[in-house]
C-alpha cells in the first residue's frame, strides 16, 4: 500500500508540474496488474486506457470497474495486450501520460517496448518508468543479514535486460527515442514497499480516493518489510512522509530497490 501511495504521489507532482490544472488528460497504462494507479488517476478526471496481458488480472480490473460510478467507467477501458502491442492498438501521439510500471523488467525487448511507448506519446507528454534497481540487488538481502545472498547479488554478472536496466543505460536510451530523463526517485528506500508484489487492490483502493464526479532476494526482503498492518488500506503518512524525503535525495534514492523515472516527449 506504502509503495503504490509513494508512486502515485511521484506521478502526481510531475503531472501538476507538467499540464495545467483541470486538463483532462489521456492516459494509457501498459500492463494494469490490479489497475491501482490508473484507477486513481480515472477518478481524478483523466480519460484512462489500459493494457493487460493477462487474462486474470484483466477480469480483475473489470470486476473492479463495474463497482465505480458511471462516470469512471465511461472513462475507463482495459484492452487485452501488452507493451509490445501498442502500434497495433494506437495512433502516434495518441497519449498525454504513458505509464509502465514493473513491466520493462519483464518485456522480451525492452528497447523495443520503450521506442513503442514513445512513439504513442503526444509532444510534451510525460512517460512514467518503475524498474528494478538493479544496481542495489544486495542492498536487501544485506539489510536482513543474509549474507549469502547478499554475496551472490554482490558478485553476479549481470543479465543483458538487467544492463539496459541500468540507470545511466536508460537515460542514454530515453533520450535518443526522444523522450529525455526529466526526474528520477527512489521507492521504497527504507523497506516501506520497495519491491513490487502488484499493490494494494483496485477494489481495495477504490475506497480512499474521492471521485471528482461524484522471485527473487528483494521480493522476499519485501514481503518481510511489508507486513505491516491490522488494516492493509491505511497508508502509514509518517512513512510514507520519510520515503518521499528521501527519494529525492543522494545517496539515500540510488540504494532503493525500485526506481520511478520521468521522460518527456520533446
Known amino acids: 500500500m506504502i509503495r503504490q501511495e509513494l508512486v502515485a504521489r511521484q506521478l502526481e507532482e510531475r503531472i501538476a508540474a507538467h499540464f495545467e490544472v483541470g486538463r483532462r ?41 463495474e463497482q465505480e ?33 514493473d513491466v520493462l523488467d519483464q518485456a522480451r525487448d525492452p528497447d523495443s517496448t520503450l521506442a513503442g511507448l514513445a512513439r504513442v506519446l503526444d509532444d510534451g507528454g510525460l512517460l ?13 538481502p544485506g539489510l536482513a543479514g543474509d549474507w549469502q545472498a547478499a554475496r551472490a547479488a554482490l558478485t553476479a554478472e549481470p543479465a543483458e535486460g538487467e544492463r539496459f536496466l541500468r540507470l545511466e543505460t536508460l537515460t542514454s ?66 512513512a510514507v512522509d520519510a520515503e518521499e524525503r528521501a527519494g529525492r535525495l543522494d545517496p539515500y534514492r540510488g540504494v532503493a530497490p525500485s526506481l520511478h523515472l520521468f521522460g518527456v516527449r520533446s
Open 25 to 65: 488528460l489521456r492516459v494509457l497504462d501498459v500492463g494494469l496488474s490490479d489497475g491501482a494507479q490508473a484507477l486513481r488517476l480515472a477518478r481524478w478526471g483523466h480519460e484512462v486506457t489500459g493494457l493487460e496481458a493477462d487474462p486474470r488480472k484483466l477480469a480483475a480490473v473489470g470486476a473492479a470497474l
Open 69 to 101: 460510478p458511471e462516470g469512471i467507467r465511461a472513462r475507463f477501458r482495459a484492452l487485452a495486450g501488452s507493451g509490445q502491442d501498442t502500434g497495433a492498438h494506437f495512433l502516434p501521439g495518441a497519449f498525454d501520460v504513458v505509464l509502465c510500471h
Open 128 to 140: 512514467s518508468l518503475v524498474i528494478p534497481n538493479v544496481t542495489a540487488r544486495a542492498m536487501r
Open 173 to 238: 536510451f530515453l533520450s535518443r527515442i526522444g523522450v529525455p530523463m526529466e526526474r528520477w526517485y527512489g521507492v521504497g528506500i527504507f523497506g516501506a514497499g520497495g519491491a513490487p508484489t502488484g499493490g494494494a487492490s483496485a477494489a481495495g483502493a477504490a475506497g480512499t480516493a474521492e471521485a471528482p464526479d461524484g522471485t527473487d532476494t528483494a521480493q522476499a526482503a519485501h514481503t518481510a518489510d511489508t507486513a505491516d498492518t491490522a488494516n492493509p488500506d491505511t497508508v502509514d503518512e509518517a
